[in-house]
Nanobody
Framework: VQLQASGGGLVQAGGSLRLSCAAS????????MGWFRQAPGKEREFVAA????????YYEESVEGRFTISRDYDKNTVYLQMNSLKPEDTAVYYC????????????????WGQGTQVTVSS
């Protein structure tokens, strides 16, 4: 499966962005999907994940209540709605697909998109 992330940009603190991750090849419903982010000089960290059925979602504590992960099976796309953005949310955001498990660990994911930059100004 190939993943294409988009939707990043520059936004002021308190603003919103919606990231999209379009999957091609094998249908994304075969995979659990996750969003990760990496800020300069930091390790890649978990943001949110959604199960293959869409029934289960998980969030990193700092984004809980502000970010929402969802998936559209018809469009083979996963979204990350980000509200009340903060400067500390600035990072490159990556989507990823896992064949076996729903996980917060990057090594559990088999396929990765190219990343999209999110910059939140104060």
């Amino acid at each position: 499966v190939q993943l294409q992330a988009s939707g990043g940009g520059l936004v002021q603190a308190g603003g919103s962005l919606r990231l999209s991750c379009a999957a091609s090849g094998r249908t994304s419903s075969s995979y659990s999907m996750g969003w990760f982010r990496q800020a300069p000089g930091k390790e890649r960290e978990f943001v949110a994940a959604i199960s293959r059925s869409g029934d289960s979602t998980y969030y990193e504590e700092s984004v809980e209540g502000r970010f929402t992960i969802s998936r559209d099976y018809d469009k083979n796309t996963v979204y990350l709605q980000m509200n009340s953005l903060k400067p500390e949310d600035t990072a490159v955001y990556y989507c990823a697909a896992a064949r076996l498990v729903l996980s917060i660990v990057p090594s559990a994911y088999d396929y990765w998109g190219q990343g999209t930059q999110v910059t939140v100004s104060s």
